[in-house]
């Protein structure tokens, strides 16, 4: 089989340089023909990327979820398979897809038959995991900043970080086509389960159900908030009288003009609208 090889260099702040020899190695062995890109940027990456997509059987990404968010925005839509070897910080896409950090394991899956993925769709784009807004934006800005510490931690230090500047945001909701009115300190709008480095924010979330989920957390003090943040890696969160979830197929957010990530990418800013993309993305090895 040939794959197309993309990797990113400064994902994980430099270190991904590690795993791709070892990537190299693991699919020669298991009989791939790899052409390997090592394109400059993410926009020049996206570029070579859509120039294969439907003509390229299958098309592998080294790097964290923003070559995900690259690749996806990419092959919407295309045959092309995309494989995924985690490199990054975060590695939520990786997570969520029920894929392997373990090189060898998650070459072997990278070959495997692909599973359909549902995508988020905006003005802005597709995105993967999650589209969001509030303090979880106010986090992940802080987090890359944090250019010498390494793993999923650091997202957790800088949301204690963030915590003293914890906002509360007016929005509207429109949810295939009922309002809700809310007080926000953060918002989500999930394909996925994870997302700020394992946090697992969209528990009932599934990747190819035709939906997207939506969580509101707030409005919260600090002091509760702060509370809530540990029991999000468990999605215990849920439970609490702080959050309200939602599940819907075309989603409006209305408000506020502040900004919106999706897999850790600048997404737009409110007000937005989101569309699930139902079973759009083809992912080698899936399983969720």
């Known amino acids: 089989m040939k794959v197309n090889l993309f990797f990113n260099p400064a994902a994980a702040a430099g270190r991904s340089a590690m795993r791709l020899g070892a990537t190299l190695a693991h699919l020669r062995t298991l009989g791939a023909q790899v052409e390997l890109h090592r394109p400059p940027s993410a926009q020049a990456a996206q570029q070579e990327m859509r120039e294969l997509a439907g003509v390229a059987e299958r098309l592998i990404v080294v790097g ?11 092959l919407l839509g295309s045959s092309t398979v995309l ?6 910080t975060g590695n939520d896409a990786v997570k969520s897809l029920g894929l392997s950090g373990d090189i060898d394991e998650a070459c072997q899956a990278a070959l495997r038959d692909p599973l359909a993925i549902d995508m988020i769709s905006s003005g802005a784009g597709v995105a993967v995991t999650i589209a969001t807004a509030g303090f979880s934006v106010s986090v992940n800005d802080r987090a890359n900043e944090m250019k010498r510490m390494r793993g999923s931690a650091k997202y957790t230090l800088s949301s204690l970080m963030t915590l003293p500047k914890l906002e509360t945001h007016e929005l ?9 009115d809310v007080e926000a ?7 996925t389960q994870y997302f ?6 969209a528990p009932d979330a599934e990747v190819n159900n035709g939906k997207l989920d939506v969580v509101v957390i707030g409005p919260a003090s600090r ?5 809530l943040l540990p029991l999000v890696f468990t999605g215990r969160h849920v ?5 309200q979830t939602h599940r819907a197929a075309t989603i409006e957010i209305r408000g506020e003009a502040i900004d919106v990530r999706a897999d850790g990418e600048p997404f737009g800013t409110l007000p937005s609208s989101f569309v699930v993309k139902p079973k759009s993305l083809l992912v ?3 399983a969720v």
Do not use: E
Not at 223 to 227: N, Q
């Open 185 to 191: 300190n953060l918002v989500a709008v999930a394909n």
């Open 239 to 243: 439970s609490s009288s702080y959050v």
């Open 83 to 88: 494989g995924i070897i985690s490199a990054g």
């Open 172 to 180: 509207t909701l429109v949810l295939d086509g009922r309002q809700f």
């Open 223 to 227: 002091l509760a908030f702060g509370a």
């Open 196 to 201: 700020g480095g394992g946090m697992k924010i």
């Open 284 to 286: 080698a090895g899936a």
């Open 64 to 74: 964290g979820d923003g070559m995900v968010h690259q690749a996806a925005n990419a």
